[in-house]
């Protein structure tokens, strides 16, 4: 797994970094897994960061992209 879920519950924040390379498949991954997270946690409201910064490559196509964006969007 490319990356990792922090969540401080007392802030009601959540926190997912990302290192190496980054797949279709690990994006497809982290939807359904924060997903989860925010249905079990959420109650109401939480704000979420996704850090990039240590990401080496994107392996995506631009349909790769837009199919992530609708399940992302349901």
Same mark, same amino acid.
């Given at each position: 797994?490319?990356? /990792?879920?922090? *969540?401080?519950?007392?802030?009601?924040? !959540?926190?997912?970094?990302?290192?190496?390379?980054?797949?279709?498949?690990? /994006?497809?991954? !982290?939807?359904?897994?924060? &997903?989860? *997270?925010?249905?079990?946690?959420?109650?109401?409201?939480?704000?979420?960061?996704?850090? *990039?910064?240590?990401?080496?490559? !994107?392996? /995506?196509?631009?349909?790769?992209?837009?199919? /992530?964006?609708?399940?992302? &969007?349901?």
């Amino acid at each position: 797994m490319p990356y /990792l879920l922090e *969540f401080a519950s007392a802030q009601r924040i !959540f926190r997912a970094r990302f290192a190496g390379q980054v797949t279709v498949e690990s /994006l497809r991954e !982290f939807i359904a897994e924060t &997903t989860r *997270f925010v249905l079990e946690h959420g109650d109401g409201s939480l704000v979420g960061i996704v850090d *990039f910064s240590d990401v080496e490559s !994107f392996d /995506l196509s631009p349909a790769d992209v837009r199919e /992530l964006d609708r399940k992302s &969007t349901r």
